[in-house]
């Protein structure tokens, strides 16, 4: 079922509005752009992002609110980073549903809460409203492979998020996190998306399907230490991130990195609901209740373990099917990293 032009600019305006108001909350670093006090690669350019978000996250990880919002958005974004790559690698996608290098960027020069609203979900809508429909491909179980290794790829950074203790090493993980979403597409970018299914014995959707559930392990791992830092010392760190959100008053990289979170929480829960139709029905609610239990990022990871695998018996038939699975042949290209 075709989504209404509405659908598409709800997400539009959504972005923009976090834009607007994020801007107050990066402007006291924005010296630390224009006038560099350190050289960290002797690059133009490069050197000064490195000192906007060096300093910006110094700021952020000195609010021990930093460890509730780290754990809750962090997951979430490797979710999301991983339903961006497997939904823009079906054969036969076009527009900027294809581009995660630019969904990527954006997330790291401003906000993933920001283009996932703004660039990657009214891209999504259009190119599901303009789907082809042809029989003899599916998707590349090797890309998805690829897939599966570049979003591990972030991991180890993740995991250095909770166990370095030293501020300096903290906010570097914190920086090469954000950073290698974009680098993580080498592992797949020049894999093929589609192939003739008589070639390949292994499902893609099943695939992709399986390593939902290692998001999912993930996600909950790190929604336990959401749990365990808020009743610490009777509730101290979630009562002063309470306190903060409704009296307003909390550093500016604080207040970013608060928004950026919700905003990313509200912007899955709104591909769910377009990804339903755009119905309330049971499944949206499953994933909201399940956002409670198992946090944003494992709600979003098990909604999409059912949702592929889903795909696997359509994927697996024959021919006159309706699905948007069914694609032509992407060009054929060589692997980067085998």
């Known amino acids: 079922m075709a989504l209404g032009k509405i659908y598409i600019i709800i997400p539009i305006l959504f972005g923009i509005g976090l834009i607007l108001?994020?801007?107050?909350?990066?402007?006291?670093?924005?010296?630390?752009f224009f006038d560099p006090k350190e050289s960290y690669f002797g690059?133009?350019?490069?050197?000064?992002?490195?000192?906007?978000?060096?300093?910006?996250?110094?700021?952020?990880?000195?609010?021990?609110?930093?460890?509730?919002?780290?754990?809750?958005?962090?997951?979430?974004?490797?979710?999301?980073?991983?339903?961006?790559?497997?939904?823009?690698?079906?054969?036969g996608v076009n527009g900027l549903v294809t581009y995660y290098a630019l969904v990527a960027a954006i997330s790291v020069l401003v906000a993933i809460s920001i283009a996932?609203?703004?660039?990657?979900?009214?891209?999504?809508?259009?190119?599901?409203?303009?789907?082809?429909?042809?029989?003899?491909?599916?998707?590349?179980?090797?890309?998805?492979e690829q897939i599966c290794l570049g979003v591990l790829s972030t991991l180890p950074f993740l995991i250095g998020m909770?166990?370095?203790?030293?501020?300096?090493?903290?906010?570097?993980?914190?920086?090469?996190?954000?950073?290698?979403?974009?680098?993580?597409?080498?592992?797949?970018?020049?894999?093929?998306?589609?192939?003739?299914?008589?070639?390949?014995?292994?499902n893609a959707y099943d695939l992709a399907s399986k390593f939902c559930l290692i998001l999912f392990g993930i996600s909950i791992f790190e929604w336990f230490l959401v749990l365990e830092h808020s009743i610490d010392n009777n509730f101290e760190v979630l009562i002063g991130t309470i306190t903060?959100?409704?009296?307003?008053?909390?550093?500016?990289?604080?207040?970013?990195?608060?928004?950026?979170?919700?905003?990313?929480i509200a912007a899955s829960a709104y591909w769910v609901f377009v990804a339903e139709n755009a119905k309330l029905n049971k499944k949206f609610w499953k994933f909201?209740?399940?956002?409670?239990?198992?946090g944003p990022g494992g709600a979003l990871a098990l909604y999409n373990y059912h949702r592929y695998s889903e795909m696997i018996e359509t994927d697996s038939k024959n021919s006159t099917s309706s699905s948007r699975l069914r694609y032509t042949n992407d060009n054929e290209r060589q692997p980067l990293i085998s």
């Not at 108001?21 to 630390?32: A, G, M, V």
């Not at 307003?248 to 990289?253: E, L």
Request: some cysteine; charged content about 15%; proline content about 8%.
């Open 116 to 144: 996932v609203p703004l660039i990657w979900i009214p891209a999504w809508i259009i190119s599901e409203n303009r789907k082809e429909i042809l029989p003899n491909v599916t998707l590349n179980p090797k890309r998805v």
């Open 162 to 202: 909770t166990i370095f203790k030293q501020d300096k090493l903290i906010v570097w993980s914190v920086i090469s996190f954000v950073f290698s979403f974009p680098f993580a597409a080498l592992f797949w970018v020049w894999y093929p998306k589609g192939v003739n299914p008589n070639t390949v014995n292994q």
């Open 288 to 294: 909201i209740g399940q956002s409670m239990l198992c």
């Open 43 to 91: 690059i133009p350019g490069i050197d000064n992002i490195f000192n906007l978000q060096i300093s910006f996250f110094r700021q952020y990880l000195n609010d021990p609110t930093s460890v509730l919002l780290n754990h809750t958005l962090f997951p979430l974004a490797m979710v999301n980073i991983f339903i961006i790559a497997i939904e823009g690698s079906i054969p």
């Open 244 to 264: 903060q959100i409704i009296s307003g008053i909390t550093y500016p990289a604080t207040d970013y990195m608060i928004v950026d979170t919700w905003g990313l």
């Open 21 to 32: 108001y994020e801007q107050k909350n990066l402007e006291e670093f924005l010296p630390d």
